[in-house]
């Protein structure tokens, strides 16, 4: 399997909206993503500049070639995972919705973050913590790499700022990113913070490197059995 990293030269940084029905607001946001270094592959350089409301084009994060994915996706699948790393923070401290379907697929990785969201809101909930609302994420792409080959993805790990009324938060987020039918879609979600729900539950320090783990049904289920007895 051949691995490509991403070098970035400048890091995307999103900045969130206050607005209720805007996840993201991006503004003069601007990256260069270079020395793509594979073996047996050419190096090749990738200028990325992006600009607007992500939020708007939200429903169809497609693959430039539908026969599989490449590393000009790359802009796409950074856009996706910020977009719902920003929706998720607020689903869980404002009670906001997200739609899961526009950004998984698999049916055991879509019911447990129902289950990691619920449950979060609910522990914020019992401990009087929602009216610190969520205002805005800020979101840094730490580290992209492209992983080719039979079944290729992305790897991106997100450092995810979090704006509240009252103060601030920082955390990592990482994610795999494949093409499904000629649409990205995310096949693993782990933020690796301390305490957080997925180190609690799936285990601390994981290594984020299986796109086909949530098709394995029986580790699914061992997962949420576990997030059952937080």
Not at 14 to 28: H, V
Not at 41 to 67: C, H, R, V
Not at 97 to 112: A, E, F, H, P, W
Request: with cysteine; glycine share 6%.
């Amino acid at each position: 399997m051949k691995r490509a990293h991403l070098l970035l030269v400048v890091l995307f940084t999103l900045s969130a909206c206050e607005q209720t029905n805007t996840s993201i607001n991006e503004e003069d946001t601007a990256a260069v993503a270079g020395d793509i270094q594979a073996k047996d592959a050419k190096n090749t350089e990738i200028s990325l500049s992006t600009k607007g409301d992500l939020s708007k084009d939200s429903s169809d994060f497609l693959a430039e070639d539908k026969s599989g994915l490449s590393s000009w996706d790359f802009e796409t699948a950074y856009k996706m995972c910020a977009e719902a790393l920003s929706e998720y923070y607020k689903a869980i401290w404002n009670g906001s919705d997200i739609d899961l379907d526009t950004y998984i697929d698999n049916g055991n990785l879509k019911q447990y973050t129902r289950k990691k969201i619920t449950s979060q809101y609910d522990l914020f909930l019992k401990n009087n913590l929602i009216h610190n609302r969520v205002t805005g994420v800020d979101i840094g792409a730490g580290k992209v790499e492209f992983i080719e080959g039979d079944s290729s993805f992305f790897y991106l790990k997100l450092d995810a700022r979090v704006k509240k009324d009252v103060g601030n938060f920082a955390e990592p987020t990482e994610f795999l990113v494949q093409s499904l039918n000629g649409k990205l879609v995310i096949v693993d979600w782990y933020t690796s913070a301390k305490d957080s729900y997925d180190s609690t539950v799936r285990g601390e320090n994981q290594a984020i490197d299986n796109p086909d783990i949530w098709k394995n049904r029986e580790w699914a289920n061992i997962r949420e059995m576990e997030g059952d007895q937080q």
